[in-house]
């Protein structure tokens, strides 16, 4: 079953009630009300979500139902105040066998590290060179040359040549665009779509019984989801291409992404993606992923299972 995204940009009380999340919204929340004026209740099954995104500083949560969303592996995003993702709650168990994986994962060499760090670079400049041909159908032969020029560990950076390459080409209608996390939109609208995409991959790392923090190649060490930020890395491409299609219809998004915007974001987890040539809803792609990352550590598999467009 494919597990739910939800969003709150309202203020609003979450509590559980016979393990159903029950939402309460106040009675002068627009649009919300009951016919009666009376408060909104709402309830959701808490195994049907996937992930939660908290995007209102007057959204209260009891500690039962924080309890209860981590025993169902729920990853919950919460927003800082000006709507940007800032923060990510993820259970610290998620896998009977807990342990012994990190003790696996904790054990992995170098040389597999470099190798699995050279297959994910390898996908991530297909994945781009496809959005490339899809979207703005410009030259893509260097793309090729460059994923075939990928070598372990990618000690000759690559992905950087790749990525200047990409970003020069991806969104031609906008004058001086470059990637940059602080920069002009949809730079906004990008940040956003990764913040979800994180969350994702998290949430399936610990499923699989992985330490997020402990990167195949990243390794900052005031990062506490290095392994997600690797993980996800041929993923980006699909929120890449989400944010192009995006604006093809609806214009460059504002400054301050309002909640319409952020809205075209939450499609991500159920974004159809091709795996091992069956499509996928993407959440289900990233569990996939997750698990044989787990198996390339135990020695059954030597790639990593990504998606590849």
Known sequence: MIKKTLYFGNPAYLSLKNNQLQIRLPNDTKNDTSATGQECLI????????????????ITLTHG??????????????????????GLLLPLSGNETQSERFSIQIKAS??????LWQQTIQTKIGNQAKVLERCVKCEIKLMWAWQSKVRSGDVENVEARAASYYWKRLFPEIEYFSRDRYGMPPNNLLNYGYAILRGVVARALVASGLLPTMGIHHHNRYNAYCLADDIMEPYRPYIDELVYRTIEIKGLPPIELNRDWKSTMLVIPTLDVTIGGLRRPLMVAVSQTTASLYKCFTGELRRIAYPEM
């Open 43 to 58: 309830t959701k099954p808490i195994e049907d979500i996937g992930v939660m995104v908290l995007d209102n500083q007057q």
């Open 65 to 86: 139902l924080m309890s209860a969303l981590l025993d169902n592996n729920v990853a919950v995003i919460t927003c800082n105040s000006q709507g940007m993702p800032s």
């Open 110 to 115: 170098i040389p597999l590290k470099k190798q």
